[in-house]
């Protein structure tokens, strides 16, 4: 699966912002999606992942209520949805699917830079 990463930019503290990973290929379905990031200096961290179906969403403490995280099966395209961004959330967000085990592939990285 390919994947394309898109909807960075700069935004004011307290703004949103919706990242969007476009997959190509007919198994989108079958993947877990992850989105991370990494800030300078800093090591990639995840921010959240979504399970195949849907069902199952798991957060970063540092997001937990802050962030939403959805995939369109239909449109092949996994979501995030950031609200109430702080500036410590300026990073480059990257999305990543996976079958299983670690997440194994991953588009190219879009840049968040929240200002003060």
């Known amino acids: 699966v390919q994947l394309q990463a898109f909807g960075g930019g700069l935004v004011q503290a307290g703004g949103s912002l919706r990242l969007s990973c476009a997959a190509s290929g007919r198994t989108f379905s079958s993947y877990e999606m992850g989105w991370f990031r990494q800030a300078p200096g800093k090591e990639r961290e995840l921010v959240a992942r979504i399970s195949w179906s849907g069902s199952s969403k798991t957060y970063a403490d540092s997001v937990k209520g802050r962030f939403t995280i959805s995939r369109d099966n239909i449109k092949n395209t996994a979501f995030l949805q950031m609200n109430s961004l702080k500036p410590e959330d300026t990073a480059v967000y990257y999305c990543?699917?996976?079958?299983?085990?670690?997440?194994?592939?991953w588009g190219q990285g879009t840049l968040v830079t929240v200002s003060s």
């Open positions: 990543a699917a996976k079958r299983g085990g670690e997440f194994e592939y």
